[in-house]
T-cell receptor, first 113, second 113 residues
Framework: KAGVTQTPRYLIKTRGQQVTLSCSPISGHRSVSWYQQTPGQGLQFLFEYFSETQRNKGNFPGRFSGRQFSNSRSEMNVSTLELGDSALYLC????????????FGPGTRLTVL | ELKVEQNPLFLSMQEGKNYTIYCNYS?????LYWYRQDPGKSLESLFV?????AVKQEGRLMASLDTKARLSTLHITAAVHDLSATYFCAGMPMKTSYDKVIFGPGTSLSVIP
């Protein structure tokens, strides 16, 4: 079974630009969550989607948005990039159920210059 | 709001020794997760702990959960160099928020020959 895939793996952008990251969950997984990982703030929850609906959102500004498609693939978008948005963005998918064990993708390393 | 703390944050230990990483959380959590992250890599799920008194073991790692004390431990037995990584514990707030997982700051473990 293929794991969670994320594209692109690396991105370099400049301040003010916008970026779209993509995540394909494990087949059959309908929940997709996004996290931002930085050395200073650690792993922070961005949002979670299930059946094309955002069920949870973390404490991030409105510049961070996402969506999920009918095939469970998800995208996140960051507009008006700031230097502080440089981070590893991780996507995780899970099956609904008691454990809600999340399986993480390899991440997208975003650098904002 | 659920907060997750870990200690120590940094741990350097000799091969063959035993040690325990502690994870405290601030409010009742539905479940407790342990993840491992190698440098530059994504997160790998180690354990899912669902109930008070739960104990799980995999190789040299053993995790336990005490929901009354709001404490989980990750015990390392006879450490080997391959266990060098950052270990995260994470909780899920009760009655939420489905897959809103809150991570601790991580414990960076270095096993020295």
């Amino acid at each position: 079974k293929a794991g969670v895939t994320q594209t692109p793996r690396y991105l370099i952008k400049t301040r003010g630009q916008q970026v779209t990251l993509s995540c394909s969950p494990i087949s059959g997984h309908r929940s997709v969550s996004w996290y931002q990982q930085t050395p200073g703030q650690g792993l922070q929850f961005l949002f979670e989607y299930f059946s094309e609906t955002q069920r949870n959102k973390g404490n991030f500004p409105g510049r961070f948005s996402g969506r999920q498609f009918s095939n469970s693939r998800s995208e996140m978008n960051v507009s008006t990039l700031e230097l502080g948005d440089s981070a590893l963005y991780l996507c995780a998918s899970s099956l609904p159920g008691t454990q809600n064990e999340q399986f993480f993708g390899p991440g997208t390393r975003l650098t904002v210059l | 709001e659920l907060k997750v703390e870990q200690n120590p944050l940094f741990l350097s230990m000799q091969e063959g020794k035993n040690y325990t990483i502690y994870c405290n959380y601030s409010t009742t959590s539905d479940r407790l997760y342990w993840y491992r992250q190698d440098p530059g890599k994504s997160l790998e799920s180690l354990f899912v702990l669902l109930s008070n008194g739960a104990v799980k073991q995999e190789g040299r790692l053993m995790a336990s959960l005490d929901t009354k004390a709001r404490l989980s431990t990750l015990h390392i037995t006879a450490a080997v160099h391959d266990l060098s990584a950052t270990y995260f514990c994470a909780g899920m707030p009760m009655k939420t928020s489905y897959d809103k997982v809150i991570f601790g700051p991580g414990t960076s473990l270095s096993v020295i020959p």
